[in-house]
């Protein structure tokens, strides 16, 4: 899976694993508005021990950004608008 | 049921002596009488544990619980809760961590009941529905690191790992559980009680859903009450993730009420621990702020800081003085491995040397080991052999009752716990100094024993502190819920009604557990809006008033199953060397405790609480009045 996704993108360095993207994905997106980490469109893969957390988003995100609204801890940033300047700072968009 | 969303609405019971697994729906009455998490937990471990078994053998039930808020957006709703008879203190066990209670929600359990005793150690893998005891053969011996994984190389990644290391197979009195290498269930022995259930470990993979009855209201509460956490609490928040909770004894001036160390050590300036250690912040489900780090040194050594303070700084650092954040990190990290409360570990390694430097304990008894306060290689040699129960760390592995019964020679005046607990080094403070403060009364009279569970509190000026003790109270009041028309009597007093104000805060305190909330102090909501953040995640129409009449039943119970147990008026007493010896800390000397003063607390706490005032029991009408009247006659209360 892609760490970008379309306007979405990941600063991993900065993720603390609390969950509170996949969480809101979860019930902003999924019909039953509930909490639900595995229909999440994002994923935050702890490895607890490396002090590291994988970020990645599934085909069918539509980056409605609710997971940016939601990271207090800046780990993922939504791009307005295509530059190089946004790629050569992070990750940067993928489409 | 499943009568209500919020809940999982599913207990999980296992039998590892039957081999049976059983899964019971939760009961809409004890959600709500109960709330979830601690209360709930209470309520079974009350009606579970026979009185009188060992807490070691197979009779002993061991119940983890989540919370209705767990699962959900709610701001720091992470919380479990594990109970079981404690085999320290032979009352009742209580210990609390972050990164178990989610995936269990996930899986479609509110709580897990552990029955019994396995025949062989096995691990319990829990994959939705899916509820399997699994040999474990080849992980018993193994450190909590290692552990964990192996199971994840096993099993998956995605499992949530709770395990106990070496101190638990061992029954060291107190030995931890613990959450993924980071969080712990860390006082009152529940990993040796694990151990006792030749259960090594429990593995949990959840992909359910956690629904709550009104999610526009729901959202709505979580946006508010996060942005008020944040922007109220920012500077505050911000060392939490720079020091963990160090921030906190750093912040509150726990320092100036320490005894004076007797040497040099790092561990009374974090920033050399900042140096010394290469850090990420971790955070439990749901949080904003992550306080736990993971802390990694040059040379090699990385551990999972549930605490930096509890599990870190203050039991090797202040208690133990070991002279640098290297040596400090060297015993943490051992700690972590093989699975103790660093609380205890430290206090029993404390007491040994104090033994050792008066005369009372020779070579003799340490199988020819000196003993070097602030000595690493002391430090850790005693770990090892009270991880592994070797010669004179069998002893220290009973925990400090059994000990002092062990030692004897007049090594109980050296000792210093309630209910078998050893002091808190978190604490940081000296009873001597800071007992007319419901930070540290309430640890005198809490039924798991010496810990402080009121947080919040701290925001209360200590003894020498004259300024601002009304205020913050009165700032405290509505957060806690306390009426109006009670605040006269809770201000009455120097410097404020202590007992009375402690029963506030301990009701407040089993609610926001019971939710499945974190208590540090930036992360606190009134009780108002707890009771909003209950009625939109379950439907259930509770009031601020009902939640709190929960928290006094469950406290009610706690104390019952004390009562039950045996324990009396005798066992809510401070420690007696503290009203022996006079004390020196920064903030001033301070006398012995007077054990009338003490008296005088105790007698007005069991007043606030409507117990009896010569032996502490409930009485049959409080009891009545919260409902628990089949405790009243269990306990043969008279009418």
Not at chain 2, 437 to 455: E, L, M, S
Request: charged content about 20%; proline content about 4%.
């Amino acid at each position: 899976m892609p760490k970008t996704k379309k306007k979405i993108s990941a600063i991993e360095e900065r993720c603390s694993g609390c969950q509170r993207c996949a969480l809101a994905c979860s019930f902003f997106t999924s019909p039953e508005k509930a909490f639900n980490l595995s229909k999440s469109k994002i994923t935050v893969v702890p490895s607890w021990d490396l002090g590291h957390f994988e970020i990645s988003f599934s085909e069918d995100c539509t980056h409605c950004a609710k997971c940016v609204q939601y990271c207090e801890f800046g780990a993922l940033k939504r791009h307005e608008q295509v530059s190089a300047a946004s790629r050569s700072n992070d990750h940067g968009p993928t489409d | 049921m499943n009568a209500a969303c919020g809940y999982a609405g599913t207990i999980l019971s296992v039998d590892l002596s039957s081999h049976t697994v059983e899964k019971i729906p939760l009961d809409t009455d004890l959600a709500r009488d109960y709330i979830g998490g601690h209360g709930i937990n209470a309520k079974l471990l009350y009606d579970l544990v026979k009185p009188g078994i060992d807490p070691l053998s197979p009779e002993n039930v061991l119940i983890f619980g989540t919370g209705p808020l767990v699962g959900t957006m709610a701001p720091v709703a992470a919380r479990a809760t594990a109970m079981a008879k404690s085999p320290l203190s032979g009352l009742i066990g209580i210990s609390n961590a972050g990164h178990f209670g989610a995936m269990l929600k996930f899986a479609g359990y509110d709580h897990l009941v552990i029955k019994g005793r396995a025949e062989r150690p096995v691990y319990l893998n829990i994959d939705d529905e899916d509820v399997q005891i699994v040999d474990a053969a080849h992980l018993w011996g193994k450190d909590v690191a290692e552990t964990t994984d192996a199971l994840w190389q096993e099993i998956g990644d995605e499992y949530w790992v709770t395990c106990i290391g070496q101190a638990g197979e061992n029954l060291v009195r107190f030995a931890a559980i613990l959450c993924n290498k980071h969080s712990a269930f860390g006082r009152t022995g529940l990993g040796a009680v694990m151990g006792s259930k030749n259960l090594k470990a429990i593995a949990i993979r959840g992909r359910k859903s956690v629904t709550v009855a009104d999610g526009r209201k729901f959202m709505k509460l979580v946006d508010q009450n996060l942005q008020a956490m944040l922007s109220q609490h920012t500077a505050e928040i911000k060392m939490f993730q720079e020091q963990g909770t160090y921030a906190h004894v750093l912040q509150s001036g726990h320092m100036n009420f320490i005894p004076r160390p007797s040497r040099d050590t790092e561990a009374f300036d974090y920033q050399k621990c900042m140096d010394a250690f290469q850090r990420t912040n971790v955070s439990c489900i749901a949080c904003p702020v992550g306080c736990k780090q993971w802390l990694k040194h040059e040379n090699g050594m990385e551990f999972g800081a549930s605490c930096t303070a509890g599990t870190v700084g203050m039991p090797y650092g202040v208690e133990l003085l070991l002279p640098t954040w290297t040596d400090i990190g060297k015993a943490a990290d051992l700690g972590q491995r093989y699975g103790v409360d660093s609380i205890d570990m430290a206090g029993m390694i404390s007491w040994a040397l104090e033994l050792y430097e008066n005369g009372v304990i020779t070579k003799e008894d340490t199988d020819g080991l000196e003993l070097l306060r602030g000595d690493a290689g002391t430090t850790l040699e005693l770990m090892r052999r009270i991880a592994y129960r070797e010669g004179f760390g069998d002893t220290l592995a009973e925990g400090i009752v059994r000990a002092c019964q062990r030692v004897g020679r007049g090594s109980e005046a050296y000792a210093q716990h309630i209910k078998g607990l050893g002091k808190p080094p978190r604490l940081g403070l000296d009873l001597r100094a800071v007992l007319k403060h419901t930070y540290q009364f309430g640890g005198v009279v809490n039924p798991r024993g010496w810990h402080p569970d009121c947080y919040r509190v701290v925001g209360i000026p200590f003894s020498g502190e004259k300024e601002g003790t009304i205020e913050a109270i009165k700032d405290l009041a509505p957060m806690f819920g306390i009426p109006p028309q009670a605040m006269a009597a809770v201000l009455a007093g120097k410097p404020y009604n202590i007992p009375l104000f402690t029963k506030f805060a301990e009701e407040y305190y089993v609610v926001v557990h019971s939710l499945g909330l974190c208590d540090r102090p930036f992360a606190l909501m009134s009780i108002e809006i707890l009771a909003d953040f209950y009625l939109a995640a379950t439907g259930l129409a509770i009031t601020a008033a009902d939640l709190l009449l929960a928290g006094e039943r469950v406290w009610n119970i706690q104390k019952a199953f004390n009562i039950r147990e045996g324990a009396s008026r005798q066992d809510d007493r401070v420690p007696e060397r503290v009203t022996r010896e006079a004390v020196e800390v920064r903030a001033g000397k301070f006398p012995p405790v007077l054990v009338a003063d003490v008296n005088v607390l105790i007698e007005g706490y069991y007043e606030a609480r409507s117990w009896e005032k010569e032996t502490g029991k409930p009485t049959a009408a409080k009891l009545k009045a919260l409902g628990l009247e089949a405790i009243a006659r269990d306990l043969a209360l008279p009418s």
